[in-house]
């Protein structure tokens, strides 16, 4: 995910985004509980996307 594709989206979806992000988040932290994590690399990718989602929303509300 780019941020360029994240700045050509309402903050609506941005929302939802975000918030399908925190649910992966919350899965693979789950699945790391219990024994199951698959892809070690995925906990980065994630955590920065969700960054990314942030700052995007960041900055369209301050650009308001």
């Known amino acids: ?25 919350f899965n693979l932290r789950m699945a790391r509980a219990t024994g199951q994590a698959a892809k070690p690399d995925q906990f980065a990718k994630v955590r920065k996307n969700i960054a990314r989602v942030k700052t995007v929303l960041a900055q369209s509300k301050a650009g308001q």
């Open 1 to 25: 995910m780019k941020a360029k594709e994240l700045r050509g989206k309402a903050p609506n979806d941005l929302g939802e985004e975000l918030l399908k992000l925190r649910r992966e988040q």
